[in-house]
């Protein structure tokens, strides 16, 4: 009993060397320190030329050698997206991780994989445990040798020689049953016999025969067991070829703004976003991807959508106009919170907050759906921040709804801004620049420009068309039904201090001449007037000279019809010590009289 007792105890210690294994698989997995390659990061951040920028804005005395500077070192170029173009890493990584992708539709683990992993590793092998240990208890409250026989299998040879004995002179008579039965057969029949043996408990003699009959199918000699035991590998793969049979679901489909993840050149652009912002690190792209995809489906992106979030923020953050490069421009106007009615509505409490974080992730994913992402397409866009009047660091709920629409942002919609513009920059904000400048990369540095209130229009001008500058920012794009529109080119032209500047529109007869201009801040004499071109004709005063102040700021439209040829002449007159900035443009029409 007690050699029953220790060989009845020795096979569950082969699972728990299983079990040991088991739990060192994690430590394999977490072999992958290399996350720790972002360290080198900062080291490239050292260059602190993007950081003198804002520095160089505000110098009045190198102002044009500076504001080259601005668009030399900072300007952003990006980079293509056509596959075929890429460098050869970057080309193997983005292979890499389209494989990885793959995989992972074809596994379904953007959906069902993390629970499917947990329950197969947790729960058999505790069962198998407890079917054992059920078994063997159920063998030694029987107290039956024979039991024991089943129980020492593996060892029947060195513990066992008389149930070996036995087992042979029992199987002499029915050969047939170990070559029909494998080995995983008898073990059902085994537990199937124990049961019955269980159930007939009053008949002594039938439980005990019972159990013979089932040492007589279980026991073989050691050749015929090497017989059985690729029949018994041989049982289980015919049930899998019956499982491989079954159609396996095809692979998942997973979008992201409305782009499939394995589709065409597109889904190529969205790839190559998260591995941008990942330094092209393939498996830090992939965990990136799949928990923006995770988190889409948590915050309910696609019904977000269509909710009805209301317009009372539609002056804070608007898209309006292109960049000179085709880019969409978004406008976010942080001086709209000095409104307090505004301010309690939006960050008064955490309800309010979420909802203006909804309103934001809304806004912003309705734009991105206006992108073309194909390889040579725009699916960047660009950002002009003002920052005039804006609330300063002390608002403490304003920090807290921006910080977390700042880190979902950087989460989960990677490289969507070509570059971030700053007008209208206090000097506070410019120094909470110089302290975070060390811990931005420089590849996010050089998508920063500041500007002063001074310098604003002017910094926009470098990158925006006037025509496509909103009228509040120095340009000349306004809503509504105008005479012009953005279609309309606009001429600049920059006058000096104690300057004089004019303008000539040459018409026709039977022409109407209309045109619009504005001085990017103002304080300068204005005047229009009608030069005919026969000697004998008059001059005609358009407009009598006056004077515009920066309170003024503003367009002026005005036009002039004439049936004889001429020409109209505009004059700007800068008295003042600043160079001035001067745009205007003009169209003519027919008429008759």
């Known amino acids: 009993m007690a050699q029953e007792t220790l060989n009845s105890?020795?096979?569950?210690?082969?699972?728990?060397?299983?079990?040991?294994?088991?739990?060192?698989?994690?430590?394999?997995?977490?072999?992958?320190?290399?996350?720790?390659?972002?360290?080198?990061?900062?080291?490239?951040?050292?260059?602190?030329?993007?950081?003198?920028?804002?520095?160089?804005?505000?110098?009045?005395?190198?102002?044009?050698?500076?504001?080259?500077?601005?668009?030399?070192?900072?300007?952003?170029?990006?980079?293509?997206?056509?596959?075929?173009?890429?460098?050869?890493?970057?080309?193997?990584?983005?292979?890499?991780?389209?494989?990885?992708?793959?995989?992972?539709?074809?596994?379904?683990?953007?959906?069902?994989?993390?629970?499917?992993?947990?329950?197969?590793?947790?729960?058999?092998?505790?069962?198998?445990?407890?079917?054992?240990?059920?078994?063997?208890?159920?063998?030694?409250?029987?107290?039956?040798?024979?039991?024991?026989?089943?129980?020492?299998?593996?060892?029947?040879?060195?513990?066992?020689?008389?149930?070996?004995?036995?087992?042979?002179?029992?199987?002499?008579?029915?050969?047939?049953?170990?070559?029909?039965?494998?080995?995983?057969?008898?073990?059902?029949?085994?537990?199937?016999?124990?049961?019955?043996?269980?159930?007939?408990?009053?008949?002594?003699?039938?439980?005990?025969?019972?159990?013979?009959?089932?040492?007589?199918?279980?026991?073989?000699?050691?050749?015929?067991?090497?017989?059985?035991?690729?029949?018994?590998?041989?049982?289980?793969?015919?049930?899998?070829?019956?499982?491989?049979?079954?159609?396996?679901?095809?692979?998942?489909?997973?979008?992201i703004w409305g782009i499939p993840l394995l589709a065409d050149e597109k889904s190529d652009v969205i790839l190559l976003k998260f591995l941008r912002a990942r330094d092209f690190k393939v498996k830090d792209a992939f965990a990136m991807i799949k928990n923006t995809v995770s988190w889409r489906k948590e915050f309910g992106i696609e019904t977000l959508l269509d909710e009805d979030l209301g317009n009372e923020l539609e002056k804070v953050v608007f898209m309006q106009g292109f960049d000179k490069e085709g880019h969409p421009v978004c406008y976010n106007v942080y001086g709209e919170f000095q409104n307090k009615e505004l301010y309690q509505n939006t960050f008064a409490d955490e309800e309010k907050r979420s909802k203006f974080l909804r309103w934001r992730i809304q806004f912003l994913e309705k734009s991105i759906r206006k992108l073309d992402f194909n390889p040579t397409g725009i699916n960047t866009m660009v950002q002009v921040n003002d920052l005039k009047n804006s609330p300063g660091p002390g608002k403490k709920e304003l920090r807290q709804a921006t910080n977390q629409a700042l880190n979902l942002l950087q989460d989960n919609?990677?490289?969507?801004?070509?570059?971030?513009?700053?007008?209208?920059?206090?000097?506070?904000?410019?120094?909470?620049?110089?302290?975070?400048?060390p811990f931005l990369t420089q590849r996010t540095k050089s998508k920063f420009v500041f500007a002063s209130p001074a310098k604003s229009a002017e910094t926009l001008f470098k990158y925006i068309a006037p025509e496509q500058v909103p009228v509040q920012y120095g340009g000349l794009s306004r809503e509504g039904e105008q005479e012009f529109s953005v279609a309309d080119a606009v001429t600049e032209v920059t006058i000096k201090p104690a300057a004089k500047h004019s303008v000539e529109f040459p018409i026709t007869e039977n022409c109407n001449l209309v045109w619009e201009l504005r001085v990017v801040g103002w304080e300068v004499n204005y005047g229009a007037e009608f030069v005919p071109t026969a000697e004998d004709g008059y001059t005609v005063i358009v407009s009598k000279t006056r004077k515009v102040s920066s309170a003024d700021e503003t367009v002026i439209s005005d036009s002039f019809k004439t049936g004889e040829p001429g020409k109209v002449v505009l004059t700007i007159d800068n008295h003042t010590s600043k160079k001035k900035k001067f745009l205007y443009r003009s169209k003519t029409k027919p008429y008759s009289d």
């Open 9 to 255: 105890e020795s096979p569950p210690a082969a699972p728990a060397q299983e079990l040991s294994v088991v739990v060192e698989k994690p430590q394999v997995t977490e072999k992958e320190p290399q996350p720790s390659a972002p360290a080198p990061l900062p080291e490239p951040e050292v260059p602190e030329k993007p950081a003198v920028v804002a520095v160089e804005v505000e110098k009045p005395k190198v102002e044009e050698k500076e504001e080259t500077k601005i668009t030399q070192s900072v300007s952003f170029k990006e980079e293509t997206n056509i596959a075929g173009e890429l460098p050869e890493p970057q080309k193997k990584a983005l292979d890499e991780l389209k494989q990885l992708i793959q995989e992972a539709l074809n596994n379904h683990e953007f959906t069902a994989k993390p629970e499917a992993e947990e329950k197969p590793v947790a729960e058999p092998e505790p069962k198998k445990e407890e079917e054992e240990n059920k078994e063997e208890k159920k063998e030694e409250k029987e107290e039956e040798t024979p039991a024991a026989a089943i129980s020492e299998e593996p060892k029947i040879v060195t513990d066992a020689p008389a149930a070996v004995e036995v087992k042979e002179e029992d199987n002499t008579p029915p050969p047939p049953p170990p070559a029909e039965a494998p080995a995983a057969e008898v073990v059902v029949v085994e537990t199937e016999v124990a049961e019955k043996a269980k159930a007939v408990d009053d008949d002594g003699a039938k439980t005990v025969e019972a159990i013979e009959e089932s040492v007589v199918a279980v026991a073989a000699p050691p050749a015929e067991k090497e017989k059985e035991e690729p029949s018994a590998v041989v049982a289980p793969q015919s049930e899998e070829t019956k499982e491989a049979q079954v159609p396996s679901p095809p692979p998942e489909e997973v979008s």
């Open 413 to 437: 919609y990677p490289e969507f801004v070509a570059k971030q513009v700053f007008i209208n920059v206090p000097w506070w904000y410019l120094a909470f620049n110089r302290m975070i400048s």
